[in-house]
């Protein structure tokens, strides 16, 4: 089993800042990609960015040039920084964490509300 905590999460004005972060434990060998998804009310999950261990990353086109996905291998964290925040940026956000795309982690969740 992997364990993923989020935290970092809160209420911020639109326009302003946030990171979180994500760090995983336990049987964490062989995790190949992370990332961050999130959910607002009445909406499906959906991608925000993921990054391989070699450093490749991958954005949804609503957040390119906002928020920026980095990695630390030696502390098995992940991060997310949330620049020019906007109110449709408001969502629960979870942490992903996958070996192959059929065995997977999700974190618990941590709320983003961006407040207009």
């Known amino acids: 089993q992997v364990q993923l905590v989020e935290s970092g999460g809160g209420l911020v004005q639109a326009g302003g800042s946030l990171r979180l972060s994500c760090t995983a434990s336990?049987?964490?060998?062989?995790?190949?990609?992370m990332g961050w998804y999130r959910q607002a009310p009445g909406k499906q999950r959906e991608l925000v960015a993921t990054i391989t261990i070699v450093g490749s990353t991958n954005y949804a086109d609503s957040v390119k040039g906002r928020f920026t996905i980095s990695r630390d291998n030696a502390k098995n964290t992940v991060y997310l920084q949330m620049n020019s925040l906007k109110s449709e940026d408001t969502a629960v956000y979870y942490c992903k964490a996958e070996r192959s795309r059929w065995d997977y982690y999700w974190g618990q969740g941590t709320q983003v509300t961006v407040s207009s």
């Open positions: 336990g049987a964490i060998f062989s995790i190949n990609t």
